[in-house]
Every structure is written in structure tokens, then in C-alpha cells.
T-cell receptor
Framework: GAVVSQHPSWVICKSGTSVKIECRSL??????MFWYRQFPKQSLMLMAT?????????EQGVEKDKFLINHASLTLSTLTVTSAHPEDSSFYIC?????????????FGPGTRLLVL | AQTVTQSQPEMSVQEAETVTLSCTYD???????LFWYKQPPSRQMILVIR??????QNATENRFSVNFQKAAKSFSLKISDSQLGDAAMYFC???????????FGTGTRLQVFP
């Protein structure tokens, strides 16, 4: 149980285009999902908390108009990187909390590698 | 604000031996959770072990165990009978009882030699 998937696993796009990344909880309903960014050889940095049916909560320094988050259902959250630039190239990871299980634990997706040319 | 510190950027261990990864944290809260996550080369974050702060007993999961010292704010991970598949980045993380946010340490890269 507690499986989280992400799609796509990697994406290459041109500068100026938008990229959408999906995060799904496969065997549980997640009222809360989280989006992280990880630079090479560094730790995970929380970007935002995605709440089903309401606006996402962004961490300080994260541009909400740049990184659009939509949590439209209890099993799906999407992160859209708008007008992507090379500096947005990174590894993006989502996680979800299973409120009916060990609710304190976050389960992570496999990540999406984004390369902006 | 809470912080998590992993002072060992890299560690190495020989197969079948035991290794301990260090983690310290700073908080003024009394109720919280602590986690160790493993990130292998695939970069999939995998939960290794968790500890509730109110529990005095150290958590164990097969070959993995923790030494939780609440007063010292220390949460080390011991890996016994190390295997080649244990090679990965290990992240220590803190979660307050009242929020969902995970605060990660900078990670320790563990190498396992045959």
C-alpha cells in the first residue's frame, strides 16, 4: 500500500514552454500532497503543499505564478512549470500523506527529471 | 524554526559490517516525528524507519534500528549486516506533530564495499 506515481519520469522542453507533472496516489486518497525540488547532490526542498479542493500553500521564495499547483481530486495533484527556463531544470518529487494509515508518514513518487533547453 | 543536521556527508562500510549514520535536530517542541529515508541511485525516496518522539523505545525494522536520544536531540541510524543494496543517500527528517511539513537534513552518502 501507499504507492505514489509520477508522470512523466523525465521531460525535455524548450525554454518558454510549459510543462505539467502529475502526481497520483494509487491505493489511497490523499487530501494533502507535497511538491519538492532537488538539485544534484542536495537535499529536498519543499516548494508547496497541495490541498485537495483548495489553493496550494507555497513556501517562501517559491513563485506561485511560476509553479502552478492543482489538486483537483483526492488522488491527483499536478505541478505546471510555466514559461520554463534553463534554471528550472531540476528533479521534482511529489509525496502524499495517507490520512487513514500512518498519517504522519509521507510516501514519495519516483520523481520527474526536467531539462529545459 | 526546526533544523536537521547530518554531519557526515559520506560514510563507507564493508559488506556484512555495521555502520551508524548520525543525525541531530533542533526544536523546542515536545511532540514530533523523526524519519530516515533512503534515496538510491534511482532517486526514489524510500522510508526506512520512523520514530514517534513520545515513545522511549527505539524503533527497529529488520537490519535497521535507531538510537533516539530525545534530551540530546539525536537520532542516529544503525544498519547491521550491511548489504550492497544499502548503498544510497540517507536523509534524516523531522516532522512537527501539528504540521505536515518534513524538514530534511543534507543527507549522508553511504558506500558499501564488497
Amino acid at each position: 500500500g501507499a504507492v505514489v506515481s509520477q508522470h512523466p519520469s523525465w521531460v525535455i522542453c524548450k525554454s518558454g514552454t510549459s510543462v505539467k507533472i502529475e502526481c497520483r496516489s494509487l491505493d489511497f486518497q490523499a487530501t494533502t500532497m507535497f511538491w519538492y525540488r532537488q538539485f544534484p547532490k542536495q537535499s529536498l526542498m519543499l516548494m508547496a503543499t497541495s490541498n485537495e479542493g483548495s489553493k496550494a500553500t507555497y513556501e517562501q521564495g517559491v513563485e506561485k505564478d511560476k509553479f502552478l499547483i492543482n489538486h483537483a481530486s483526492l488522488t491527483l495533484s499536478t505541478l505546471t512549470v510555466t514559461s520554463a527556463h534553463p534554471e528550472d531544470s531540476s528533479f521534482y518529487i511529489c509525496s502524499a500523506r495517507n490520512p487513514t494509515g500512518r498519517g504522519e508518514t509521507q510516501y514519495f513518487g519516483p520523481g520527474t527529471r526536467l531539462l529545459v533547453l | 524554526a526546526q533544523t536537521v543536521t547530518q554531519s557526515q556527508p559520506e560514510m563507507s562500510v564493508q559488506e556484512a559490517e555495521t555502520v551508524t549514520l548520525s543525525c541531530t535536530y533542533d526544536t523546542s517542541e515536545s511532540d514530533y516525528y523523526l524519519f530516515w529515508y533512503k534515496q538510491p541511485p534511482s532517486r526514489q525516496m524510500i522510508l526506512v524507519i520512523r520514530q514517534e518522539a513520545y515513545k522511549q523505545q527505539n524503533a527497529t525494522e529488520n537490519r535497521f534500528s535507531v538510537n533516539f536520544q530525545k534530551a540530546a536531540k539525536s537520532f542516529s541510524l544503525k544498519i547491521s549486516d550491511s548489504q550492497l543494496g544499502d548503498a544510497a543517500m540517507y536523509f534524516c527528517a523531522y516532522r512537527s506533530y501539528n504540521t505536515d511539513k518534513l524538514i530534511f537534513g543534507t543527507g549522508t552518502r553511504l558506500q558499501v564495499f564488497p
